[in-house]
C-alpha cells in the first residue's frame, strides 16, 4: 500500500520546511524508520524517517525546495503499484523532473550556475558570507558555493581567502539582489511581529562595577586550565541571571492570557548568532549548576545550533532569555521580549570608564544590562528590584553560591 510522504512539523514553531538532502533517490528501496532526508525547519536541520515500507516512487519537493507542513513531497509505494492519484494537485506543489543528483553532479552543476550568475544575475550567498567576503574585498561571483542550492556559505568564502579558490571575476554586478528568505529568517520575522506589537514593551537599565567578577572568572579559569577548561564572563552573568530569578520568581514568569505562570525551575535562553539569524539555546535548571557547568552546556550547544543540529527540546521551553552582543563592542541595547516570557536581558560590552569613587574620579570597568520587561507580568519596581539583585551578585559573585 502506498504511503505518502508529508512535510512534518519537525519543530514546535514550524510551518514549512525547506528539503536539504535526500538520502534515498527514486526506485531505492525504504524501510520503517530509516532516514529518508534532511529537512531545514525554522530552527535547524532535522532528519525525517519514512513512515512506510517500499520503494521510493517519487519526489515532489527536490533539494533546496520549501514545503508547507503537511504537503506531500514524496511517495513510498510498491514496485509497479499504481500512483498517479497521489501526484499532488495543489497550485504550490510541483513533480521533480529527475532524482536527486549525485554530489558530483551537483557540484558540476553548481559551478555552472554560478558561472552564469556573474555575468549579472544573482550570486546566493548567506548574509554571513556576504559580510565576510565584503570586509576582504572578496568578489562572490568568482566562488562556488557548497552549501544547500549553490549557496555560498562562510567556508566557501575563507577556502578563497586561503586560496583555495580564484579569488575575484571583475565583473559589473547588478543594481540589487532579491534573497531568498531563509526558514529562520520566516519565524524571527513572525516572532516579533507577535512580540513588539501585542507586547507592552519597557525597558529598564543599570550600570555593573566588573573588578571582581573579572578577578573571579581568572580565579575560577586557574582552577580549570589542568581540565582544559574555561568560562566567560557571559558565563558569570547566565549563572547570577538564574541564580537572581531564584530570589525573583515573580520574574521567571509567562503570560498566558487568563493567567500568570510562575515557575519554579529556571531555564535560560541564551540568544547565539547563527548564519541565518538567531536561535536561542535552552540552559535547563541553571539555577541548580556550577558557573563551569553552564560554560560547558552553551559551548556545546552554541556549536551544534550553529551547524543546525539542535533538537526541538534544546531551544523550547525556556523562562527567561539572555542576549549577550558585548563581544561585538555594543556598549548599551534593548532586547525584545521572547512570548511567552516575561522578561529578557541584553549585556553590553564590558568598558574601561571614569567613575566617580570616595570623591576621587577613577577607572573601572563597567557593563550595560538592560532589562526588557512584558508590562503585563513586570511592574517597573519588580523589574528594578531584580535588577538590583542581579547587580549586587555580579558585583560580588560569592553571593551566587548562597
Request: charged content about 25%.
Amino acid at each position: 500500500m502506498a504511503t505518502k510522504v508529508h512535510m512534518e512539523a519537525l519543530s514546535p514553531t514550524m510551518e514549512e520546511g525547506q528539503v536539504v538532502k535526500w538520502h534515498k533517490t527514486e526506485g531505492d528501496q525504504v524501510s520503517m524508520g530509516k532516514v529518508l532526508a534532511e529537512i531545514e525547519t525554522d530552527k535547524a536541520v532535522m532528519e525525517l524517517v519514512a513512515r512506510g515500507e517500499g520503494v521510493l516512487r517519487k519526489i515532489f519537493r527536490g533539494e533546496s525546495e520549501t514545503a508547507p507542513v503537511g504537503d506531500v513531497i514524496a511517495v513510498i509505494a510498491d514496485e509497479g503499484e499504481d500512483i498517479s492519484a497521489l501526484t499532488p494537485d495543489t497550485g504550490g506543489s510541483r513533480a521533480a523532473s529527475e532524482t536527486p543528483k549525485s554530489k558530483s553532479d551537483h557540484n558540476i552543476e553548481t559551478q555552472v550556475r554560478v558561472t552564469q550568475e556573474a555575468g549579472g544575475g544573482r550570486v546566493k550567498a548567506s548574509p554571513l558570507a556576504r559580510r565576510l567576503a565584503q570586509e576582504a574585498g572578496l568578489e562572490l561571483a568568482g566562488l562556488r558555493g557548497s552549501g544547500p542550492g549553490g549557496r555560498i556559505v562562510k567556508r566557501d568564502v575563507e577556502e578563497a581567502l586561503r586560496g583555495g579558490q580564484a579569488a575575484a571575476i571583475e565583473v559589473a554586478g547588478p543594481d540589487f539582489e532579491d534573497l531568498k528568505v531563509s526558514q529562520m529568517r520566516k519565524t524571527i520575522s513572525r516572532r516579533l511581529s507577535e512580540s513588539l506589537g501585542p507586547v507592552p514593551h519597557f525597558f529598564l537599565t543599570v550600570g555593573v562595577d566588573m573588578v571582581r567578577a573579572i578577578e573571579a572568572r581568572a580565579r575560577i579559569n586557574t582552577l580549570l586550565k589542568e581540565r582544559g577548561e574555561k568560562i566567560s564572563l557571559n558565563d558569570l552573568v547566565v549563572r547570577a541571571v538564574a541564580a537572581a530569578l531564584r530570589q525573583h520568581q515573580e520574574v521567571n514568569a509567562a503570560w498566558h492570557g487568563d493567567h500568570i505562570r510562575r515557575y519554579a525551575r529556571v531555564h535560560i535562553g541564551v540568544a547565539v548568532a547563527v548564519e541565518d539569524g538567531l536561535i536561542t539555546p535552552v540552559i535547563r535548571d541553571a539555577h541548580t549548576k556550577g558557573v563551569a557547568q553552564v560554560a560547558r552546556e552553551i559551548r556545546e550547544l552554541a556549536g551544534r545550533a550553529r551547524e543546525k543540529r539542535l533538537k526541538p527540546e534544546e531551544y523550547t521551553g525556556a523562562t527567561f532569555s539572555i542576549s549577550n552582543l558585548g563581544m561585538f563592542g555594543i556598549h548599551e541595547f534593548t532586547a525584545v521580549v521572547n512570548p511567552p516570557e516575561a522578561g529578557i536581558v541584553a549585556v553590553g560590552q564590558v568598558e574601561e570608564v571614569p567613575v566617580a569613587m570616595d570623591g576621587q574620579v577613577v577607572v573601572r570597568p563597567r557593563m550595560k544590562v538592560t532589562m526588557g520587561c512584558d508590562h503585563r507580568v513586570v511592574d517597573g519596581a519588580t523589574g528594578a528590584r531584580f535588577l538590583q539583585t542581579l547587580k549586587a551578585m555580579l558585583e560580588e559573585p560569592a553571593t551566587i553560591l548562597l
